[in-house]
């Protein structure tokens, strides 16, 4: 039996125990998803003040006296089916908030300092600081890890091979100068083929420098982000590394996202018999506080409420909704403009849009068994991971044309329906227009009852898990160490 491969994923959130989005899910799923690829994957995080009473047996495998200004251990614990390093540093870590900002949403002050030592941790257990742990690869997720590869390449020796996996290209991790000290990264890292970054210092850049390979979450994205239009500004430095970047599609978790067995359900339901999606609409329309109506066009958008997910363009684009009498569920948490938008049309169409604005996994998984379409008009999409539920829960997917979305879903075109593979309406340009349009075009397929199921079942057919993605994955790592595919 050949030995199997070790990797450490660093990641600054982990579905189920810390999630502010996608990051979350797909650093969750990986795992469990790699280890029938002979993959045994130790995610490291941070130990933030919300989980630490979810741990069980938590083990000390390292301490530091001082660490980044404080006392500081590394435990190794097991939770939710997951192997876990959890970077326990109360100075930076034991706060109430999420993991980014304060519970009023302002960014924590110290990010650069709390997210440098997850990297700077990350790098040390990459060279053998916990002992009986050497892993082949260290594996870093967004910015938050970005650092990783560059303190293993400024430390010098062997290291393991390094992948950054870039989940947005939106957060980069950019901090002053005056942090290079505080952080342990040496004075001549500071140049333009090391952590600078237009004059900062920058984590994802830096990981965009030194990782062994990049990924990012699309083949499609992985194409957008060589452009200036949406290369952020990182355009420049992917092209000179395109020969190492890839684009890996995300999965879903299919046991959380399981329609047959979904508690949060009214009723569970199968690609078979889709009936009970009736009952789920109901509870769905009577928990918004929606019109009871089994024939209205329900749709439903899960999302991050900011300019990204194109919100504003469906706040506009409300009145081609209201002419196809169709009605609107909303679940979002973010941007407090966008969130005075929708309370506003909610209030002026009673029974017809609603809204609930926050976090919330139970009616998440409600909103895709019941509405019968989901709504994605983002302006950029690295993958997109709500697209993917409702396919799989025959929410029709109703999506913009960019990033993984438009490697997802299958546009309901004259062609695909003839040749039966449509799967969703993709719509572009990501305009109110086009919006508009898309909508018009949804409600009318909606209108053409069979054409709408077989598009709902074609939806449902898709294979959405991870097996796929960790495959690749897997393959990526074995290139690296230079074996052969799995
Ligand atoms: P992003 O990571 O950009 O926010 P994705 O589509 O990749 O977007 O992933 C979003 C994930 O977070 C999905 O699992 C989605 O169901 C979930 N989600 C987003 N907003 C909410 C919310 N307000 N309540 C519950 N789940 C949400």
């Known amino acids: 039996m050949s030995p199997r491969l070790k990797v450490l994923s660093v990641a600054s959130e982990i ?30 995080l ?27 251990r590394i435990l190794s614990a097991r939770a939710d089916g997951l192997d876990l390093f959890l970077l326990d540093a109360p100075h930076l870590f034991d706060r109430q908030g999420n993991p980014y900002q ?21 790098a040390l257990i990459g060279k053998g600081l916990v002992p009986g742990y050497q892993p082949h690869i260290v594996h870093c997720h967004d910015w938050q890890a970005g650092l990783a590869p560059a303190y293993l390449t400024y430390d010098g020796g062997p290291r393991p091979k390094t992948v950054m996996t870039v989940h947005n290209l939106a957060f980069q991790g950019k901090y002053p100068y005056d942090t290079l000290a505080q952080i342990g990264l040496p004075a001549r890292s500071f140049v333009y083929d090391g952590v600078e970054y237009f004059g900062s210092i920058g984590y994802l850049k830096a990981g965009l420098q030194f990782a062994d390979r990049i990924t990012t979450v699309s083949p499609n994205y992985a194409a957008e982000i060589l452009t200036p ?44 018999d889709v009936g009970p999606r009736g009952a789920n609409k109901a509870a769905l329309q009577e928990r918004m506080g929606l019109r009871a109506d089994p024939d209205a066009l329900l749709y439903g958008v899960v999302t991050r409420l900011s300019w990204q997910k194109g919100l504003d363009l469906l706040l506009q684009a409300l009145p081609a909704l ?22 506003t049309a909610a209030a002026s169409h009673p029974g017809r849009f ?19 379409a989901l709504l994605v008009p983002s ?27 438009a490697d997802t879903v299958i546009d309901a075109n004259e062609m695909a329906l003839n040749s039966g593979v449509a799967t969703g309406i993709v719509f572009q340009p990501v305009t109110v227009d086009g919006l508009t349009a898309a909508l018009n075009r949804t409600a ?8 709408w199921r077989r598009v709902q079942a074609n939806g449902m057919k898709c294979d959405v898990s991870w097996a796929g993605p960790a495959r690749r994955y897997a393959d990526l790592y074995l290139s690296l160490l230079g074996h052969e595919t799995v």
């Open 444 to 451: 009318a397929l909606f209108s053409r009852p069979e054409e």
């Open 102 to 122: 304060t519970s009023t949403g302002r960014e924590w002050p110290d990010n650069g300092l709390r997210f440098a030592a997850l990297a700077r941790a990350a």
């Open 322 to 343: 209201t002419a196809s009498g169709a009605q609107l569920a909303v679940l979002g948490a973010g941007d407090a403009d966008l969130e005075a938008g929708f309370r």
């Open 354 to 372: 609603a809204c609930y604005f926050g976090y919330d996994e139970s009616l998440a998984h409600l909103i895709q068994g019941g509405a019968d």
């Open 229 to 272: 239009e949406a290369g952020m500004g990182l355009d420049g430095l992917l092209r000179a590394r395109a020969e190492v970047l890839s684009g890996i599609i995300n999965g879903i978790d299919t046991q959380v996202w399981n329609p047959r067995e979904d508690k949060a359900l009214a009723a569970p339901f199968s690609l078979r």
């Open 46 to 72: 941070p130990l933030y003040a919300s989980i630490r009473d979810k741990l069980t047996l938590a083990k000390t495998v390292h301490l530091f006296d001082r660490f980044f200004g404080g006392p500081a």
């Open 15 to 44: 579905f189920p125990l810390i999630k502010t989005g996608g990051l979350a899910d797909v650093v969750g799923a990986l795992p469990g998803a790699l280890a029938r690829y002979g993959v045994d994957v130790v995610s490291l």
């Open 379 to 405: 302006r950029f999409e690295p993958c997109g991971l709500t697209q993917l539920c409702a396919l799989r829960y025959g929410a029709v997917p109703v999506v913009s044309r960019v990033g993984g979305l």
